[in-house]
């Protein structure tokens, strides 16, 4: 490990937005978002670009960027302390344990954007939106809640849409169901997809219901 990421990790421990899914207290959700509060989720969170923006367009609403990387995490988690955001806060585990950390029906929305495709058949099973996944997903959702997903990959959006269509969920089609602040947070544009759109490629977006 480098001497920055060894620093990153120290820092991360003493950052009051920041929880440690190893780590941390059963009931520390509670004891953040309280018992009734619904919150939103950025899966694969990174530098936490998306729920940064979330949380400034929503400042009523709690916000958590979720990534295993601690390195990414710290940058997301600095950046909200400095704006002094006090509704975004990071999780530090795998997408595959939230159901460790989140009560079902918690879950307003869940933004994914440009998760990895895993292209290859046989690792199908691990994307963020095999059918799975979906299923921890619909366990966390609220009745009505909403996932985003924002990717390059067409195999990928592909995928989505059959998978979602197998769970008993359907896509939302078109703009509409997208307010004002939604738009605004689709408009943002992380490092990946500056990088993606100065290559030309195309960016696909799709909200879907999975109830």
Request: some cysteine.
């Amino acid at each position: 490990m480098t001497r920055k990421k060894r620093l990153r990790f120290n820092a991360l421990r003493g950052m009051d937005n920041v929880i440690d899914g190893r780590l941390c207290e059963p009931d520390w959700f509670q004891l953040l978002f309280g018992c009734g509060e619904l919150v939103t989720l950025e899966l694969g969170c990174g530098r936490g670009e998306y729920t940064l923006a979330l949380a400034r367009c929503r400042r009523n609403v709690g916000v958590l960027g979720v990534d295993r990387n601690g390195a990414r995490l710290w940058k997301g988690a600095e950046q909200a302390l400095d704006e002094g955001l006090a509704n975004a806060f990071f999780l530090r585990a795998l997408v595959e344990h939230l159901e460790k950390h989140i009560p079902p029906g918690r879950v307003g929305e869940i933004w994914l954007p440009f998760p990895d495709p895993l292209p290859k058949n046989r690792q199908a099973k691990h994307r963020l939106l095999s059918v799975l996944f979906l299923e921890r997903y619909r366990r966390l959702l609220c009745p009505g809640g909403v996932l985003h997903l924002k990717t390059d990959d067409l195999d990928l959006m592909h995928f989505a849409d059959q998978t979602v269509h197998e769970t008993g969920g359907r896509a939302l089609e078109g703009p509409a169901h997208l307010t004002g602040k939604d738009r605004e947070v689709m408009a943002v544009r992380t490092t990946y997809e500056k990088k993606y759109r100065g290559e030309g490629r195309i960016i696909y977006d799709r909200s879907f219901r999975l109830d």
